[in-house]
C-alpha cells in the first residue's frame, strides 16, 4: 500500500469537497480524474493528512461510492415522502 504523509494545518475534515469527490466516513474518495487532460491513472483516499493512492480498486471504489451516494439519495427522498405524508 502507498501511503503518503501531508504536514498540513487544515482542519483534520474539509469543509467542501470537490463536487466528483466522496465522503467515506473520515476519509475523502477522490476518483480518478475524468478528463482527458488530467486523467489520473489512480483513485486516492485521504483523511487528515494521510494520503493512500488505490493502485489496484479504484474501479471498485469509485462504484462502491457512486452506489452508496445512490443509495443515500433514495433513502433521503423516500424518508421525505413519508414523512411529508404524516404531515398532510
Keep these: 500500500m502507498n501511503v503518503t504523509f501531508h504536514e498540513s494545518t487544515d482542519l483534520p475534515f474539509p469543509t467542501k469537497i470537490d463536487r466528483h469527490s466522496f465522503r467515506l466516513g473520515e476519509w475523502i474518495l477522490t476518483p480518478r480524474a475524468a478528463t482527458f487532460l ?5 483513485a486516492h483516499l485521504k483523511r487528515a ?3 493512500v493512492r488505490l493502485h489496484h480498486c479504484s474501479a471498485e471504489m469509485e462504484q462502491f461510492a457512486l452506489s452508496m451516494a ?3 439519495a433514495a433513502f433521503s427522498r423516500r424518508l421525505d415522502d413519508i414523512v411529508g ?4
Excluded at 405524508?85 to 398532510?88: E, I, L, Y
Design 85 to 88: 405524508t404524516r404531515r398532510s
Design 38 to 42: 488530467s486523467r489520473s491513472p489512480h
Design 70 to 72: 445512490l443509495i443515500a
Design 49 to 51: 493528512g494521510e494520503c
